[in-house]
T-cell receptor, first 117, second 116 residues
Framework: AQTVTQSQPEMSVQEAETVTLSCTYD???????LFWYKQPPSRQMILVIR??????QNATENRFSVNFQKAAKSFSLKISDSQLGDAAMYFC??????????????FGGGTRLMVKP | DAGVIQSPRHEVTEMGQEVTLRCKPI?????LFWYRQTMMRGLELLIY????????DSGMPEDRFSAKMPNASFSTLKIQPSEPRDSAVYFC??????????????FGPGTRLTVL
């Protein structure tokens, strides 16, 4: 079974600065998907960014980018120019490919990000 | 599109009572997921359906929990009898599953359940 680990329960960043959230995972599969979800106080789960394991290029979505290190099984999220609205819980998630796995996600324990004005 | 709809948003009940949580997935989606979120255990997948058929219910904690999907636009998660340790936020999510390709899961707003 796959496991996802987020070793930082809490992180803080100054507004306009850059912060990196860590995620590692354990799998024996070679092809899979990785995601970062944001959960603000409203509880809504919002997809921030995704990465296909077969792609070497790191995914980027505006101020959000990932550092995907397949050999190290590491998938960190970098938030540039942090904004107050970025304050939330961030969850790393793993999804197996293939028919049998459906679209089921395995989540890490989450990192609470605080943004200081 | 209204997104995934869950009801109620909040539920407070007493131990031993039956609780039913409801979910309406996004129209056209054929996969539906029920998750539970607690401080202790984080986000856990309870059960998921493809084309209204339960595929994996290994995450359902015990026989007190049951889930149904009578049609493509509605699912329920029932707890009978409820216990204080069932207190959590329950999320429903849906996606369009087509073979091994990726399709985003869209989450509902969650139901916060409190069992006294």
């Amino acid at each position: 079974a796959q496991t996802v680990t987020q070793s930082q329960p809490e992180m803080s960043v100054q507004e306009a600065e850059t912060v990196t959230l860590s995620c590692t995972y354990d799998t024996s599969e070679s092809d899979y998907y990785l995601f970062w979800y944001k959960q603000p106080p409203s509880r809504q789960m919002i997809l921030v960014i995704r990465q296909e394991a077969y792609k070497q290029q790191n995914a980027t979505e505006n101020r959000f980018s990932v550092n995907f290190q397949k050999a190290a099984k590491s998938f960190s999220l970098k938030i540039s120019d942090s904004q107050l609205g970025d304050a939330a819980m961030y969850f790393c998630a793993y999804r197996s490919p293939g028919h049998n796995a459906g679209n089921m996600l395995t989540f890490g324990g989450g990192t609470r990000l605080m943004v200081k004005p | 599109d209204a997104g995934v709809i869950q009801s109620p948003r909040h539920e407070v009940t007493e131990m031993g009572q039956e609780v039913t949580l409801r979910c309406k997935p996004i129209s056209g989606h054929n996969s539906l997921f029920w998750y539970r979120q607690t401080m202790m255990r984080g986000l856990e997948l309870l059960i998921y359906f493809n084309n209204n058929v339960p595929i994996d219910d290994s995450g359902m904690p015990e026989d007190r929990f049951s889930a149904k999907m009578p049609n493509a636009s509605f699912s329920t998660l029932k707890i009978q009898p409820s216990e204080p340790r069932d207190s959590a936020v329950y999320f429903c999510a849906s996606s369009l599953f087509s073979g091994g390709s990726y399709n985003e899961q869209f989450f509902g707003p969650g139901t916060r359940l409190t069992v006294l």
